[in-house]
């Protein structure tokens, strides 16, 4: 178990579907929350309403029996790891949350990072990282021209410094494995912008939990 960010690269490592987790610097775990709710794509306002303290496979069975199916409501498990708040998302995530630019706003840090591994088309990797609502990088994680990318997006200084450590690990590299590569890159974005996630409280620990709901 690690508190890093690489584990992230192994296949389904933390439920069915990929993952969706941010991070931020300079929020209560509340206020994380409570931002990301707002930024759910409907046309009904939404709010984080706390549910207790649950696994990852509790969270899902609450969400069972709350809307039928898990994929039909979307929840967070929220922590602490050192200076870092951080929200991994449950249920039908996918496509339902909108920029994380405004979550950034007042001086936070915020990064995500994003994995829809179960689509088809397929989609990579993705990872973005903002300061007081604006976006310094953002990248496919699997470092090839896909989905519109090409290189490191961004604030200019901030986005040529990680692509020259990208870079220097040889990447991109079509040869390489891609789940490697996720890896790399992962590794990568960890030490530049000094991520902390911790494996064993996410996979396996208890944690405090909210549902976004309509208001």
């Known amino acids: 178990m690690t508190d890093g960010t690489t584990w992230l690269a192994a296949p389904q490592p933390i439920t069915f579907g990929g993952y969706y987790v941010v991070l931020a610097r300079g ?23 706390a549910v207790g303290e649950h696994t ?13 199916d898990s994929s039909d409501g979307i929840g967070l498990r929220l922590g602490r790891a050192g200076d870092w708040t951080y929200a991994v998302a449950y249920g039908g995530w996918q496509g339902e949350f909108g920029p994380l630019t405004p979550v950034s706003r007042d001086g936070a840090h915020v990064c995500l990072l994003e994995y829809e591994e179960e689509n088809g088309k397929p989609v990579p990797p993705h990872f973005a990282y903002f300061h007081d609502g604006r976006l310094l ?77 309509p208001a």
């Open 56 to 68: 990852g496979a509790s969270l899902l069975e609450l969400m069972d029996d709350t809307y039928g």
């Open 137 to 213: 990088s953002a990248c496919n994680l699997h470092l090839d021209a896909s989905w519109g990318y090409q290189g490191v997006d961004g604030d200019l200084a901030t986005a040529a410094r990680l692509q020259e450590l990208l870079t220097a690990a040889g990447l991109p590299d079509p040869e390489r494995d891609r789940r490697e590569v996720h890896r790399t890159a992962l590794g990568i974005v960890e030490e530049f912008f000094g991520l902390s996630l911790p494996e064993d409280a996410i996979v396996s620990g208890t944690l405090p939990a909210v549902l976004l709901e």
């Open 27 to 49: 929020l209560s775990t509340e206020e994380l929350a409570d931002r990301l709710a707002a930024t759910v794509l409907y046309d009904t306002k939404h709010i984080a309403s």
